[in-house]
């Protein structure tokens, strides 16, 4: 089991930048691959990058692709979602998922690859 708490969201204009924070209960920080999503009001929850557990390998959803950055700090139990250049369509609430296990260099995109979920931050762009 594992206890996930987003922060960092907030209000900012376009072109602005924002870095959200994921905080991990558990001492296994390691043996999870993490992932962040965000939900826009009225659409489904859609993937937005993921990192392994090594820390190594990351993926982005090509909406953020060049944009977003995914990082992890195991000593901190912690992962961050670092969005620059940010658009009034990324706004959303925002979601940071965990997988435990798993091949060390594996990441995952899919809501159905993950057990773990915190309960969000809210991520407003104004145009």
């Known amino acids: 089991q594992v206890g996930l708490v987003e922060s960092g969201g907030g209000l900012v204009q376009a072109g602005g930048s924002l870095k959200l924070s994921c905080a991990a209960s558990?001492?296994?920080?390691?043996?999870?691959?993490l992932g962040w999503f965000r939900q826009a009001p009225g659409k489904e929850r859609e993937f937005v990058a993921a990192?392994?557990?090594?820390?190594?390998?990351?993926h982005y959803a090509d909406s953020v692709k060049g944009r977003f950055t995914i990082s992890r700090d195991n000593a901190k139990n912690t992962v961050y979602l670092q969005m620059n250049s940010l658009k009034p369509e990324d706004t959303a609430v925002y979601y940071c998922?965990?997988?435990?296990?798993?091949?060390?260099?594996?990441?995952?995109?899919?809501?159905?690859?993950?057990?773990?979920w915190g309960q969000g931050t809210q991520v407003t762009v104004s145009s």
């Open positions: 998922a965990a997988r435990q296990l798993g091949w060390i260099l594996s990441v995952w995109s899919d809501l159905g690859d993950y057990a773990y």
């Open positions: 558990g001492r296994t920080f390691s043996s999870y691959a």
């Open positions: 990192i392994s557990r090594s820390g190594t390998i990351t």
